[in-house]
């Protein structure tokens, strides 16, 4: 097939990367300095799936249709990436690889002949620099679309990128993607301290800033009457518990998350953004959950900061030190 690759940051270089070992015909889409970098040397990929290469076909937009195509931006850049390949990309099906909530519906409005599906990958993956990306943790993927069973189509997809990377169809994505806001909390602790993930977990106090943002993720949810999907053992059961835990037990969970992930430095797709000098998706993340509490008419009050934290560093380019965080905090 010939598959397109719109945005070629560390998850978009490393699935054309494993889907062009496939045999399939990758055209990549990127800006600056990454074009000429790739067209002369391809792309690199080493970590979790070994050492691997590609040489795709580099292009600053596309001008021919493809067979099936990734969008693989950040969430804020999302728009405006599909907006300026739409006349290649309507009818195209599409699968949306983004954090957040909003992706497959901002692709669904803008190619409207298009069939649209969210991919969401548990991989961590850290951008070195143009088709340089090194594999922190080799994970699988998860394609699915709406609240309902899978489908047909769904199913097709599903089997062409499970021959790349391991990759699962689901029933009720936005549950899923509910999950996925959970994990994702993740993130901005890291993009306000500098720190990586594991360091901030390893901080009583930033561990326990983290939990509350989660449980309050969860209740914003069910609020909001979403059944979460399981993913990484982390069940529509088990968050409804934790959402109800003392602080002191909910802990256990980002600790969890913390011995998948290694000894290998994970800094978080947030603060790799803050690295490159590029806006953050915090208001895809934590901010979501902000604008979903509003909406159920709940308050999300942890969310909020973090989120306006994020803005803070962005804004002064300093990050703020574990002491900061606290008094800020409370």
Known sequence: MRIAVIGAGALGSTFACLLAEQGHDLVVTMRGASLPAVLADGIHVTGGYGDRFARPLAVERL???????????????????IAENAAALDGTPVLVVQNGLDGVTTAERLLPRSECFGLITIIAAHYEGPGRVRVTTAAPSYLGRGDGPVDAATRRWQLVLDAAVPTLALDNFVGAQWTKLVVNMLNALPAITGLSVQEVIGQADLRRLMTRSMRETVRVGLASGVRFHTLQGLSHRRLRAFAVAPLWAGQVLPLSMRARMGKVANQGSTLQSLARGQRTEIDFLNGAVVQAAAEAGVAAPVNALLTKLVHEVERSGRFLTPTEVRARHW
């Open 63 to 81: 001008v021919e249709p493809c067979d099936l195509a990734l969008i693989c931006t950040k969430a804020q850049d999302a728009a405006a990436a």
